[in-house]
C-alpha cells in the first residue's frame, strides 16, 4: 500500500506550503483541533494564508498562533470572539474577514469535496449575508445560493487511524474535520493513535482512507479547555 | 415585579412538549434546561455534532473532547449520538429540530430578529444563529424587555443588521410573553410577569401587539 | 421517552398512508431493502403511489410487490433492470418512469433531508437527464440544478436500533438508508436487533434518533440474493 | 489476432498505479480486477457504498448484507470502510477516484460516450454510469471495436443519447489502445493487438484519430 504516514507535523507539510495557499483547518473552538499541524504551518513561516475554520482560535493556541506571527491574510470563520489578537489585526485593517454562518460554511465544505459548486439555503435570507448572493424561489420561498469550498491543504484531527488513512473521530472532537477532509486538495491529518489493518470496525469509519494523503501520530495533546463547567459529583444518568 | 433571569427560563420551558428535540442557544437560554419538567422528556441538539447532551460533568468526568456549542464541558447521556458539523446543521436546516430557544438584541413586530452583531463594535460572529433561525420549526426568543438605556428591545423595525427575517413565534422577555400562531399573525401578549400592567407593557414596547390577558 | 416502538409492520404504518403518496424506500437491488414495511404496504392497498427507490426490486421481491398489485403510478429510479412486470408495465403506458444518475438520487433526498431545494452537479450535462434543467457555469464549467426531494413516508431497513431510534446498518446494506431517514416527513424503520439504551457507542451511530419517528423489529429476514457469486475456499487478505 | 476480452481487460489492468482508488464498471471491467499486478497496490470502489472490495467469497462466506454494484456477493479486506450512497457518491463526484474503466456501446472521437440506453429497447436506467464519467478522474472504456454487424463503436459522433460528453481519456478495444493526453486532443492509437494492421483499425474505426504505433 501507498505509505501515508509520516515522521512528524513538518515532515508531513512538506513541499504542501506556499505562500498565498488555502488552508482549512478543522476544530470547533479549540476541541478537535490539529494541534500539532498547525504548530508545523507556524513554524513553516508560510504567509499570506486563507484560513477557513470554524473559529480563529485563542490568542496563544490554535489558529491564534498564526495570528500572532502575521501569517494569516484572511478568514472565512463563523464565529471569532475567542481571540484579542484578532480583534487587533481585524479593526487594524491587517487582516480579512469573511463571516459564513456555521451551517453554510459546513455545508460549504461539504460541497466542495462532494463536487457541488452552488446550492441553496434559506439560511442568511433577508441579512448581510444574502448581499450580492443569487436568490431563487423554491416552493414559495426565497433561497440564496452559496459556493462550495475546497482548500490547497484541509488539516485534520481524528482520534484513530489505520494504515489505509481510515479515520475515526471521538465525540465532539469530530466537528468540521470530516467535511475538511473531503475538501482538501491534499488531506493532512493527525492521530492520537495508529491501530493496525482491519483494527478499525469497517461499519464505523467516520473517514475513509481515500481523503487521506499524509497522516502523522501526534504525542502529548494538549486539548486545551475553554469553558471548563461542572456540577458537584453526583451520578445522573438519562 | 418583572421576572428573574431565572423565571425567564422557567416561563420558556414551558413551551418544551414530551419528545421534541430542542437546541438551546448561548447565554440565558441555556438555563432553561434547568427547568424541563420531569414528567416530559426532551431530547437536546449541540450545534457543535451532539445529539443528547447531558448535564456538566462532576469534575473528575471533564474530557476535553465534550463540549457544546458554548464551548463548556457537558457530559453524554445513553441516547446521545456524534455527528460532524455538516450532518448538525443538515438536521438543523432540514427541519428537524422542533425548537430552538435565542437570545435577542432585537425582534421586530414582523418576527424579524437581530442578535448577531452591532455595527462599530468588533463582530465576533453569527455562529449557528442564522441557520437556527432559518431552518428550525418554533423559535423563541428570551430577552429583557429593554435595553440598558430602558429603551425597548421589541420593535416596529429592527434597527440592528438582521440574523433572519419573520422567522419568530414567541418572545418571552421580563415582562410577559408574546405569542404569534402563525407568520402572517400579530404578536399578542399573552402573559404577564406578577405585578406588571399591560400599561408598563405598551410603554415599553414599540411593536405594535395585540393584548390578551 | 416518547415511545418509538411499534408492534408490527402495519401497526407502524397505520394513520400515515394515502393514495397518491410519496413514499422512499432504502435499499440497493434487494440488499438493505425494509422488506417487512413494503409488505405491509402492499397490504395496505394504498394506490397511486410515487416510489422514490434506487431500483424497482424483482417480479416477486421488494418493490416488484407492489407492482404485481399495479399500487406504483410513479417511480423515481436509477435502475430497474432486474423487473419483467416494471418493463411490462411501462412499455404498456402504465407507469410512469423517471430516471436519475444513481448519484444525483442519492444527493437529491440528502438535500431534501437538509432543507436544500436545489444544487449544482456535473453529472448529467450533455444527457438526456439535463434537457428542461438550468444550467450554469462555475469557473469555466457548465453544471446543471437538480432539486431536492422529500417523502411523506421513507421506509427504512437498519440492522440495529436502540429505543432512542439511534440506527447502525450493516456492510453495504446501508446504502440509500440513510440519507432517506433524513428526507421522510414521517420516518418508519425496520430493524433486525433491538438494543437497550446506551448500547450503541454514540461515536458509531448512523442515523440520529432524531430522524426516526416509527419503528419495528422484523424477523425472519429472507435477503434474497440477486448474484450469488462465489470463488473455490482459499485463504486470501490484502 | 484481436485480443479476448481477458486480454482486453489485463491491457487495461496496465493503466492502474500503484495507491490508486479505482472503480470498475459491470460487466467486463469486472475482469481488470483479475489482472492488477502484484507490485502494485490498487483499492477498489464500489459505488453501492464500499471502498475497498475484496474477491468473490467462498461459498460459506456468502453474505447477503456485501454485494457490489452488479449486484454480486463479495468480500472485505483489512482496510474496507462502508458508508452510503451519498457518501459514496460524493467521493465520485468529488473527483476522489483516480480511475473508472467502463464499457460502452458508442465512444466519439471528442470523448462523448454512449452505454446506457438504445431508442426503442426498453431503457434499464443509467446507475451509476453518468456519475462516474463526471466525476473520476480518468475513463477507460473497454469495448469490443465493433458491433454485431461489423460496424464501428468507435465513431465521429455518438448516435446513441450520452452518458457524457467529453470525458473519455483512454479505449482499449480487442484491437488496440487509444489515448489523448488531455480533453482538447484528437485520440491517438497507441497499441495494436497482435497481427492487427493500422490499415485493419483504421478501417474500422469511423473516429478522425491519429496513430502512433
Known sequence: MANKLYDDAAAALEGLLFDGMTV??????????????????????????????????????????????????????????????????????????????????????????????????????????????????????????????????????????????????????????????????????????????????????????????????????????????????????G | MPWTRDQMAERAAK??????????????????????????????????????MGPFPADDEVDADLINAGKQTITELKRTSYFSSADSFAMIRGGHIDLSILGAMEVAENGDIANWMIPGKMVKGMGGAMDLVAGVKKIIVLMDHTNKKGESKFLKKCSLPLTGTNVVDMIVTDLGVFQRPDHDSKFRLIELAPDVSVEEVREKTEADIDVAV
Open chain 1, 24 to 237: 482549512m483547518a478543522g476544530g470547533f473552538g479549540l476541541c478537535g483541533i490539529p494541534e500539532k499541524l498547525i504548530a508545523a504551518l507556524r513554524d513553516s513561516g508560510t504567509k499570506d494564508l486563507t484560513c477557513i475554520s470554524n473559529n480563529a482560535g485563542v490568542d496563544d493556541f490554535g489558529l491564534g498562533l498564526l495570528l500572532q506571527t502575521r501569517q494569516i491574510r484572511k478568514m472565512i470563520s463563523s464565529y471569532v470572539g475567542e481571540n484579542k489578537e484578532f480583534e487587533r489585526q481585524y479593526l487594524g485593517g491587517e487582516l480579512e474577514l469573511e463571516f459564513n454562518p456555521q451551517g453554510t460554511l459546513a455545508e460549504r465544505c461539504r460541497a466542495g469535496g462532494a463536487g457541488i459548486p452552488g446550492f441553496f439555503t434559506k439560511t442568511g435570507v433577508g441579512t448581510l449575508v444574502a448581499e450580492g448572493k443569487e436568490h431563487k424561489d423554491f416552493g414559495g420561498e426565497t433561497y440564496i445560493m452559496e459556493t462550495g469550498l475546497t482548500a490547497d491543504v484541509s488539516l485534520v484531527k481524528a482520534w484513530k487511524a489505520d494504515p489505509a488513512g481510515n479515520l475515526v473521530y471521538r465525540k465532539t472532537a469530530r466537528n468540521f474535520n470530516p467535511v475538511m477532509a473531503t475538501a482538501g486538495t491534499v488531506t493532512v491529518v493527525e492521530v492520537e493513535e495508529l491501530v493496525g489493518p482491519g483494527e478499525l470496525d469497517p461499519d464505523h469509519i467516520h473517514t475513509p482512507g481515500i481523503f487521506v494523503q499524509r497522516l502523522i501520530v501526534g504525542r502529548d495533546y494538549e486539548k486545551r479547555i475553554e469553558q471548563r463547567t461542572v456540577r458537584a459529583a453526583t451520578g445522573s444518568e
Open chain 2, 15 to 52: 413551551e418544551l412538549e414530551d419528545g421534541f428535540y430542542v437546541n438551546l442557544g448561548i447565554g440565558m437560554p441555556t438555563l432553561v434546561a434547568n427547568y424541563i419538567g420531569e414528567d416530559i422528556d426532551v431530547t437536546l441538539q449541540s450545534e457543535n455534532g451532539m445529539l443528547g
